[in-house]
Structure formats: C-alpha cells, structure tokens
C-alpha cells in the first residue's frame, strides 16, 4: 500500500553545474556528448544537494563548467 519513493534513473553523462560568467547564473544538470540536458536553477548550496539526492549521485563528483 505504501512504498518507498523511488530515486529518478539518472541520465547518461557526468553531472555538471554550468555557471555564467556575465551574471553568476548556475545550472545543474548532465552534459553528454557536449550537450547539456535535465537543467535546473541553482540558488544555493542546497538546492545542489536536493538534485545530488534525487538521482542517488555523490556532490563530490560534480564539477562546474563555464
């Protein structure tokens, strides 16, 4: 009846947070290939380790691009 939610199946590629030079904006997400996908905005610390949890990935692994 009640189960435990599951973690979303991470997509291929390394995770990575691209950040603009300009103004500062960060995205997290995957690049494959040169392609970024799965984008979601950065406002804190926080919202990195909510991302890193939900697709079960250790906050160590990912590196910022720019």
Not at 46 to 56: R, W
């Amino acid at each position: 009846m009640f189960s435990k939610k599951q973690r979303e199946q991470a997509p291929a590629g390394e995770p990575v947070i691209r950040a603009s030079i300009c103004n500062g904006e960060k995205v997290i997400g995957f690049r494959e290939n040169g392609h970024f996908m799965n984008g979601e905005v950065v406002r804190s610390e926080e919202d990195i380790v909510k991302f890193c949890k939900k697709y079960g990935i250790d906050r160590s692994s990912v590196k910022t691009i720019y």
